[in-house]
């Protein structure tokens, strides 16, 4: 049945079917397989509505909502302009302005796809007259969007969260450590990289400049300090902070800073509508699917001829982020997640695993994925944001991804760089 399963779903993807119809003609398969037709077809039905019942799922699309409310308006731009006030006479600084906008952005929206839309919109054309290579820019923009996987609200976060029953407020915060790690090192190697091709520096902006960029991004920085400071000060749960952040994103852009109108909320709630619906059905999807293939014992027969049962826990944590790593570069992160996490938790649990840092390690991996050609999801958004080839697109990419591989390895063999905030703010 296993082989069966696999052959429909290449095929179908091969056809060019979104990745539901796959997952959900898989499952169909199995059912079918398992019970000799479609007796309990019920069983499937009740495996997908209770695979997006959990209230946590909450989060995702008022997250969406919000992230399409900022890029829209002038939130995004506010923060870009004040991270350029600080870094963009330092060597590399418009590089590494770009890798903390990345992570800025992050922090309010945690979605990479909606960073590299929000970032490198206005910030390509600014290096390429400065002098980068748009090879080097792309892979920057693509890869440092990652980040925004791992700083809270990672979406990435939350789905692993609801699968594996770990306390998102906690991956939340294990995922700081790890992000400003990865915005180290893309920092240094922008500083190198514009040292050895001599790439100009732009003015220094004076303190008066410094301050007014500060004073205009402050309304921005709000979101950060509501989803972090409300979620570790016991205000809100991380769903309440979610529609926190949709409230004041509203209040922001309409009322402050009068850069949408109430007809543009409308349509870019429709845009959210669209992203939650589909979201919502390969979660479905994913659940049925990761009910069937546990119910016919696939996993414990693949898990089993590689000898994992033998392995202890770093030999397990490399074969999740070796797993991960290679399916996000073909499929989409969400359904990654929804049908691995399940295959690997038995393992975790067995092997005595922090789940918070498998879910750290897993959302980086998911992440890097995102990134890695040959399909991975955040290459082909940069396509069609900045019309260019795809080749163009992943030139530039392996030194990132090895970097990103290495905080990785980092984060295998010293867990602390996830787990010490963790601990900080939730010791027992």
Not at 47 to 54: E, Y
Request: charged share 10%; hydrophobic share 60%.
């Amino acid at each position: 049945m296993a082989l069966t399963i696999f052959v429909i779903m290449i095929v179908l993807l091969l056809l060019g079917f979104p990745m539901m119809i796959p997952l959900i003609a898989a499952a169909f398969v199995g059912f079918f397989t398992l019970f000799g037709g479609f007796s309990q077809l019920e069983t499937m039905v009740q495996q997908m509505m209770a695979g997006i019942r959990p209230a946590s799922l909450i989060a995702v699309p008022m997250f969406i909502f919000a992230a399409d409310i900022m890029t829209r308006g002038q939130s995004a731009d506010r923060l870009i302009d004040m991270v350029m006030k600080f870094m963009g006479h330092v060597k590399g600084g418009l590089a590494v302005s770009t890798a903390a906008a990345c992570t800025m952005f992050g922090a309010v929206s945690g979605s990479t796809q909606a960073t590299v839309v929000a970032v490198g919109g206005p910030l390509r054309p600014r290096m390429l007259q400065a002098g980068y290579k748009d090879s080097f820019v792309l892979a920057l923009i693509v890869n440092a969007s990652d980040i925004a996987f791992l700083i809270p609200p990672s979406i990435g976060m939350i789905i692993y969260g609801v699968v594996s029953n770990t306390s998102i407020s906690e991956l939340f915060i294990a995922g700081i450590g790890p992000g400003l790690l990865i915005l180290a090192l893309f920092s240094a190697y922008s500083v190198f990289y514009a040292i050895r091709h001599n790439v100009p520096t732009e003015p220094r902006a004076s303190w008066g400049e410094r301050l007014v960029a500060v004073q205009r991004a402050l309304w921005p920085l709000g979101f950060p300090v509501i989803i972090i400071g409300g979620i570790y000060g016991g205000i809100f749960s991380p769903t309440e902070a979610a529609a926190a952040c949709v409230l004041y994103a509203l209040i922001l852009e309409v009322v402050v800073f009068r850069s949408i109108s109430i007809p543009d909320v409308y349509r870019t709630a429709q845009s959210t509508g669209l992203i939650t619906a589909v979201v919502f059905i390969l979660v479905a999807a994913g659940a049925a699917f990761s009910w069937v293939i546990s119910f016919a014992q696939i996993p414990q027969a693949i898990l089993g001829s590689i000898g994992i049962d033998q392995m202890g826990p770093y030999g397990v944590l490399f074969v999740i982020s070796i797993a991960f790593f290679i399916a996000c570069m073909f499929v989409d992160p969400i359904v990654v997640i929804l049908v691995l996490v399940p295959i690997f938790a038995p393992v975790v649990q067995s092997v005595g695993l922090d789940p918070v840092l498998v879910g750290t390690i897993i959302t980086l991996q998911v992440a890097i994925g995102s990134a890695t050609p040959p399909f991975g999801c955040d290459i082909f958004t940069a396509i069609a944001i900045f019309k260019r080839p795809y080749i163009e697109v992943i030139r530039g990419t392996p030194p990132f991804i090895v970097m990103l591989l290495g905080a990785s390895v980092a984060l295998i063999f010293f867990p602390q760089i996830a787990l010490f905030l963790r601990d900080l703010a939730f010791a027992k």
